[in-house]
Every structure is written in structure tokens, then in C-alpha cells.
């Protein structure tokens, strides 16, 4: 069994913000599946699925980003999951908008989404996907992240959430080297 976790923050509010970019890649990843993920426990969002006949779990944690360890430690607890079938999913103020990141492990950098799954999880050893959202100086980090991708950007950033969808699904029956030749080339 498969795990795909994108991160965010629950509520209208925070609804196309750079910092739910892994909420809206697991949204196109429902729409390309044709299902929809909408049941609530494990302090998430979550759906079950087949991909190419894999079982595999599409998770949006709803106990806001910096407790999203919460959310992913439930499911993988009562699912049994192994640390290798875990696939996160989550925006990166350090990639130029648009550009996609898939690495095996690795530390936080500073995402704290991340920061909790590691610690809940209890390794770094997380296959991940890194959404690039890009950084303004002029605008307080906090401020950057929870706010909307500007006009100019929206295209690339649109696109990138589709490609990293399109990443997310290959990688449940693909070996995730292979998959990240492909698409970290993007």
C-alpha cells in the first residue's frame, strides 16, 4: 500500500495559497484519478484508490502545517505503512516558481510540515516532492507563503502543480529514482 500526503493549511482562508501548494497538487491528483478526497479521519482528508491496480491512500493532513506529523503518524500507524511508500508533497520557498524537486531523503530545509512529519515519523528518510514557490525579500516570509501565486506566475505555478501530479501517481509503481531522472529535469 502507497501513501500520498500534500501539505497545507485547512480553510477557506487559506484556499490558492503558495503555502497550499501540496493541497492542490493532491486535488489534481483526485481529478486525474476521478475520485475524490473527502473522508475525515486520521486528523486528515483522505480517500483509498487503485493506481495501475496498487492500492494507494491520498492524504490532505487538516490539523494545519506545522502538526501535519499528526495527521500522516495515524494513518500510517493504522495502515501499517511502510517508511518507503511514503510520497510528501509540499511548497519550497528556496525553488523558483514552477520548478519541481523529488528527492528520496533529506532534511526539513526549514519546511515545517516536514519538520513534523520527521519528528512524528521518526526518520528523514521520506520520499518527497518539493513544489518551487519562489521568495520575495520584500515581503515578510510569513506573509509570502500564505499569500496567493501573483498573475505573472500563475501559469508556471499551475503547470507545476499538474506535473507534479502526473510525478506523484507515476512514483506508486515506478522506481522513485526513475522517476525523479524524469522529472526533476522539468
Known sequence: MKLIVGL????KHYEKTRHNA???VMDKIANK????IDQNKF???YTQTFIKGTKTLLLKPQ???NNSGESVQAIVDYFDIDI?????IYDDLDLPVGKLR???KGSAGGQNGVKSIIRYIGTQELRRIRVGIGKDPRIPTVDYVLGKVIKED?????????????????SVNTEFDLVMAKFNKK
Open 8 to 11: 497545507g493549511n485547512p480553510g
Open 22 to 24: 501540496g493541497f492542490m
Open 33 to 36: 484519478l476521478g475520485v475524490s
Open 43 to 45: 486528523k486528515g482528508l
Open 63 to 65: 490539523t494545519f502545517m
Open 84 to 88: 518507503e511508500d511514503i510520497l510528501i
Open 102 to 104: 523529488l528527492r528520496e
Open 154 to 170: 500563475l501559469a508556471s505555478f499551475e503547470e507545476a502543480i499538474d506535473t507534479a501530479a502526473d510525478a506523484a501517481i507515476e
